[in-house]
């Protein structure tokens, strides 16, 4: 194990803190394009925590899951947004509290 | 006093490969095939439809015949005579073969049922002719024939209750034949679902035979009779008693039997006479080893059968519809037919069966001849002097007339009376002697009431039915009218010596009672309470006076009808009115059975349905609560999420935790 100049705990912090961001973003906020940026946001923490814990235990098992995630969320941005193009042209909105066709 | 009971010798053999009782099973396959061939092609047939069905039943009528000489060629001890035909069913160990049973029982069961079965067939050409169904009829014909043959040559109770469903469901197809009229449909149901009731008891009886001795077949349950427990034997004896009742109409199931007369008049011949009733003396004839071992029960038929004679010979005397009184005639010389095989004297109720058979074919016949000269009349009191416009149909019916009323020396005397005087020795049955004498004087009045009006008098017809010119019937109707004549004036022979007479069952100078012997158990007493003799007499002098009362009635001027019913009153309207037994069963069964069936739908509705509609509206219920879970807000569903996240990582972690801890 390399040392670090960083301690890895710094990391899980600072990844912690911005998935606890893009949570609490995408609980309160209303704009669809906002909730899926914090989404990514999350998405990207994670990534941040797979390289650290990789570059903790010097194996490149978390970078090359990095990338399966960072591949995986490109496509779900091409979904996310195709949702929400086609829901901005039926609603003329892109507020996700007006989209409630399921409530019971 | 003592009874004898016969011994039953139970001795069974093979028969000769080759011979017409190895192919016996032709005899009711041929009449089978022909039905099926006329049903899938009779319409193209024509009326050649006739002479297929004509061929086929009377090559079983030719081929019973060669076996009977055949069977009458084997020494006495071996003309019981089993042939293999197939294996039906095999169940493990447990195997049903379908053979076929010739005895002489069978053999004279089928002659009866394929010589007056031709004959039928004959006369149908004729009273037939016409009709849009003509080929649909022969086929049914054949069918009943083949389903009669069937039940007749079962060696086992199975193969034996297949012919006896069969029959049952021929009898529908026929009596049902002019469906287009409702009272006729329903006639035929009625007929149906009371032969159902006795079909009931059957079944009952036949898982009895089998859990008492391990077979179904005759020849390995007969032998065993004695052997089986008294009280099974009685609830056999009186369950085939029920199966018994239901397809020889007797009390309390006969209420088909007269309404069964809906369908074409050669059909009620052939129930009346050949096929289906005859199916129950059969049986009862058939198993009277079993019998032999309760006489008690026996006695109970014999009871049962007088009953029923009684009953419809009361009923018989006000008819006005000349197919009804020959109905309930029937059912009467059924209830005869009864007392002889109750009785143990089964050779004198399957004699009084085989001349029944000829008289009574020849009566309906007769009546169909009738009906076919008066645009299907059926009112007596609208006819009258057909004598000379009908000669050949008035002399046989003058031969049937006096067999039926048991004047000697024509058939019927022969066999009511060796019925009547084997009910002198039994302890128990004298009253059914005395009750069957008076039935005897019964029948000679109602039938002689038929007769006088059909034929003698006045010709009434003239002002009641004008444009009706009668006429003979065609040769095709009449040729089996002749023959059933002989028949029912010469069938006495078969059976009646001088000797037979004074003791009624007596092998050595009797054909019938010599010959059937081996088939049945006989039992029967030493100590008549009246002397042979005068009891024949006392019996046919109450026939005679029988036909006297008749006569008085009927065929002497100025006798005023209505004013005699009003001064019999209720006597007159309760035997007009049938005893009111449709009535009461209306009243108690079939209502009774609407509200048990409705009481079901009830239970049905409220219970069942309401369990299930309960249940449902239980998951409704829950469901209006539990769908307010779902708002549609999508920060809703995903805090849930995202709370299920935490939770589930709280519980790995403080797994883990503890796992270290």
Known sequence: ?104 | MTTTIATYTGVYGMPEAGSAIDLAWLIPVVPAVSAAVLLLIGKRLGRYAAHVAILAIGFSAVASTIAFTELLALPEEARSVISPVATWLEVGDFEVAWSILIDPLAAVMLLLVTWVGLLIHVYSIGYMEGDERYSRFFAYLNLFAASMLVLVLGDSFLTLFVGWELVGLSSYLLIGFWFEKRAYATAAKKAFVVNRIGDVGFMIAMFLVFSATGSLAFAEVLPMAPEIASGTAVAIGLLLLVAAAGKSAQIPLFVWLPDAMAGPTPVSALIHAATMVTAGVYLVARVSPIYATVPGVGLTVAWIGVATALLAALIACTQNDIKKILAYSTVSQLGYMFIGVGLGAQVAGVFHLLTHGFFKALLFLAAGSVMHAMADETNPWKMGGLRKVMPITFATSLLGWLAIAGLPPFSGFFSKEEILVAALDPPGAQGIWVIGTIVAGLTAFYMSRWFFLIFLGPKRYEQELPGVHPHESPPSMTLPLVLLAVGSAAGGLLNATPASLLRFWDPETSFLSSFLAPSVVPYYGDTPFIPHVPAVAIVTAVAVAGVAAAWALYLREGVDHVALRERLGGFYQLSYQRFYVDELYEATLERGGRGLANAFTTFDRVVVDGAVNGIGRGVAGLATVGRRVQTGYVRSYALAVAAGTVLLAAIFLGGLLNGQG
């Open chain 1, 1 to 104: 194990m390399t040392a670090m100049a960083v301690p890895l705990g710094w990391y899980l912090g600072l990844a912690a803190a911005l998935f606890v961001i893009g949570l609490v973003g995408v609980l309160v906020r209303r704009s669809l394009i906002v909730m899926f940026m914090s989404i990514e946001l999350m998405l990207n923490s994670v990534n941040l925590t797979l390289v650290a814990f990789s570059r903790f235990h010097g194996t490149l098992d978390g970078q090359v899951m990095a990338f399966f995630v960072m591949v995986v969320a490109a496509a779900e941005v091409t979904v996310g947004l195709a949702i929400i193009v086609n829901l901005f042209r039926l609603k003329a909105s892109s507020d996700a509290d007006d989209v409630d066709v399921l409530k019971a």
